[in-house]
């Protein structure tokens, strides 16, 4: 059976299987082992935040990046008083 591709990216595409694919092979491990659910959701819900906040720090450190590019090309872009460039 042929899905459709729902108008996604590539990469959208692949990383929402592969998400797909972890999901089921946890619930996969947990009834083989006969793991408790809550302590399969505790994991999921752990390996979610740590993602949030790996991509939250990502998106700090970006805009602190980019912050301090623009602070610096402002300070390096001024130019000086017009008596300065005169040879006198």
Same mark, same amino acid.
């Given at each position: 059976? =042929? &899905?459709?591709?729902? =108008?996604?990216?590539?990469?959208?595409?692949? #990383?929402?299987?592969?998400?797909?694919?972890?999901?089921?092979?946890?619930? *996969?491990? *947990? #009834? *083989?082992?006969?793991?408790?659910?809550?302590?399969?959701?505790?994991? &999921?819900?752990?390996?979610?935040?740590? $993602?949030? $906040? @790996?991509?939250?720090?990502?998106? @700090?450190?970006? *805009?602190?990046?980019?912050?301090?590019?623009? $602070?610096?090309?402002?300070? $390096?872009?001024?130019? &000086?008083?017009?008596?300065?460039? #005169?040879?006198?």
């Amino acid at each position: 059976m =042929k &899905l459709p591709r729902l =108008k996604m990216r590539k990469s959208t595409r692949s #990383t929402l299987s592969g998400l797909a694919i972890g999901a089921a092979s946890l619930y *996969a491990l *947990a #009834t *083989a082992y006969a793991e408790a659910r809550d302590n399969l959701l505790r994991f &999921l819900i752990s390996c979610i935040v740590l $993602v949030l $906040v @790996v991509m939250v720090l990502a998106l @700090v450190v970006v *805009a602190l990046v980019n912050a301090w590019r623009y $602070v610096w090309r402002q300070f $390096v872009s001024r130019a &000086l008083p017009e008596e300065e460039h #005169t040879k006198e």
